[in-house]
């Protein structure tokens, strides 16, 4: 079983017959049952969170030379921190994501989406490149206060940084993606010792350098890849579904497309934990320090707890009880951030495109690093996109909605 290219039949497989799974060539522990993660992931005490930010592929040490150059280290902080420290750092950032703020963002979301779907130009484009790439990283640098980033390179640092931690890369790749890996971590040591202001860096003044350097290298990357990767899954599925995308100008429809897609696509579709003393899951006997996986796709489709689990069904009554952004102490805090970047941007390009349509039928090349999987291409078509005749437009019907698409 490739852990890095698992499909809904793998995991069907998994819950039906082998919900707690050591699998053979990499040790983890697999865990794919919903109430078992959910279990895991609110009891901090048992599960730490310690692994969570290791390389899945051993760094050898001239690739680790490469990166103690720079000073790199990921020490406790946010995903990986067990520790007392853990609350501190996440009210620190929690400051700059509160409910009020990310709901502030929301006609800016908006106006980003419309400035790039106005440049698209056909027949076919892709929506990876020419929408979901670039602008989470817009939206999140500005929720943190920050203007002096460079996006094609910090997009540019965070591929890299992703495929080096959770991907499967030669020696030879190692190198290759240390040398950017390395470049935004020393970028951000010498951003954050010379913050001046009340921006994300400034609030770390008084972290040590070193935490606060860990902390920013994970979030800036997550913070803004993961939503990235959220756009494309939610215009892949929904595209692929014909009367769900003309059904988009309907009031909180965008929505709950939204949430379903979080529930059974979702970007992050696993996620590690460590064992820290002998535990039963689901019958099974796994030991203290065992390595787990949290299958957070496979406890999407859970057929015990969502009925119907792999059809896609934006009035499914319980779909915000998945898992995508994990559970417990640390739920992440960008939940309300990314919910509503999607919502904005599949509602805005519904009213560009009313008629869009993929360009393929073919499955997109996919992104397949242990936790992070979504397309790598959305292509579309834009021909014959005039409005559908006879009642309110979408943004009549948009402006009617009420309520935040999210929270935390």
């Known amino acids: 079983m490739d852990l890095f290219r698992l499909g809904p039949d793998d995991l069907r497989s998994l819950r039906a017959n082998a919900p707690v799974h050591q699998h053979v060539g990499t040790g983890l522990w697999l865990v794919s049952r919903y109430e078992d993660v959910r279990m895991i992931l609110a009891d901090p005490k048992r599960f730490h969170p310690d692994n969570a930010l290791t390389a899945v592929t051993a760094i050898p040490r001239p690739v680790l030379r490469v990166l103690a150059r720079a000073g790199f280290?990921?020490?406790?902080?946010?995903?990986?921190?067990?520790?007392?420290?853990?609350?501190?750092?996440?009210?620190?950032?929690?400051?700059?994501?509160?409910?009020?703020?990310?709901?502030?963002?929301?006609?800016?979301?908006?106006?980003?989406?419309?400035?790039?779907?106005?440049?698209?130009?056909?027949?076919?484009?892709?929506?990876?490149?020419?929408?979901?790439?670039?602008?989470?990283?817009?939206?999140?640098m500005e929720v943190m206060g920050i203007d002096d980033v460079d996006i094609p390179k910090l997009k540019a640092w965070s591929t890299a940084s992703l495929e080096l931690f959770w991907g499967d890369p030669s020696t030879e790749r190692q190198h290759e993606l240390a040398r950017p890996a390395a470049e935004f971590h020393r970028w951000l040591t010498h951003r954050i010792s010379t913050a001046r202001g009340d921006d994300l860096f400034?609030?770390?003044?008084?972290?040590?350098?070193?935490?606060?350097?860990?902390?920013?290298?994970?979030?800036?990357?997550?913070?803004?890849?993961?939503?990235?990767?959220?756009?494309?899954?939610?215009?892949?599925?929904?595209?692929?579904?014909?009367?769900?995308?003309?059904?988009?100008?309907?009031?909180?429809?965008?929505?709950?497309?939204?949430?379903?897609?979080?529930?059974?696509?979702?970007?992050?579709?696993?996620?590690?934990?460590?064992?820290?003393?002998?535990?039963?899951?689901?019958?099974?006997?796994?030991p203290a320090g065992a390595q787990l996986l949290l299958m957070l796709a496979g406890a999407g489709s859970d057929p015990e707890v969502f009925p119907d689990p792999e059809r896609l069904c934006p009035a499914r009554p319980n779909a915000r009880k998945h898992l995508a952004f994990g559970?417990?102490?640390?739920?992440?805090?960008?939940?309300?951030?990314?919910?509503?970047?999607?919502?904005?941007?599949?509602?805005?390009?519904?009213?560009?495109?009313?008629?869009?349509?993929?360009?393929?039928?073919?499955?997109?090349?996919?992104?397949?690093?242990?936790?992070?999987?979504a397309p790598l291409s959305?292509?579309?078509?834009?021909?014959?996109?005039?409005?559908?005749?006879?009642?309110?437009?979408?943004?009549?019907?948009?402006?009617?909605?009420?309520?935040?698409?999210?929270?935390r």
Do not use: K
């Open 73 to 140: 280290s990921l020490p406790p902080t946010l995903a990986n921190n067990g520790t007392e420290t853990h609350a501190d750092l996440r009210r620190l950032v929690a400051a700059f994501l509160t409910p009020a703020r990310v709901q502030a963002m929301r006609p800016r979301i908006a106006e980003l989406a419309r400035e790039r779907l106005a440049r698209l130009t056909g027949p076919v484009a892709d929506l990876h490149p020419a929408l979901a790439r670039d602008l989470p990283a817009v939206v999140l």
């Open 378 to 407: 959305v292509r579309v078509e834009l021909r014959d996109q005039d409005r559908p005749a006879g009642g309110a437009g979408p943004r009549d019907l948009a402006d009617r909605v009420a309520g935040p698409a999210g929270g």
């Open 327 to 373: 559970f417990g102490r640390h739920f992440c805090l960008g939940a309300g951030l990314a919910r509503l970047e999607a919502e904005v941007v599949l509602r805005e390009t519904f009213e560009r495109f009313p008629n869009l349509r993929l360009a393929s039928a073919e499955p997109p090349p996919m992104l397949d690093l242990l936790s992070f999987r």
């Open 202 to 286: 400034g609030a770390l003044r008084n972290v040590p350098l070193r935490d606060a350097a860990g902390l920013c290298y994970f979030l800036l990357i997550a913070g803004q890849e993961t939503t990235t990767q959220l756009l494309c899954a939610v215009f892949d599925a929904v595209l692929r579904h014909d009367d769900l995308w003309s059904r988009l100008g309907e009031p909180g429809m965008a929505e709950l497309v939204v949430e379903e897609v979080l529930r059974r696509d979702p970007p992050v579709n696993t996620w590690r934990r460590i064992a820290a003393e002998p535990v039963t899951i689901s019958g099974v006997d796994v």
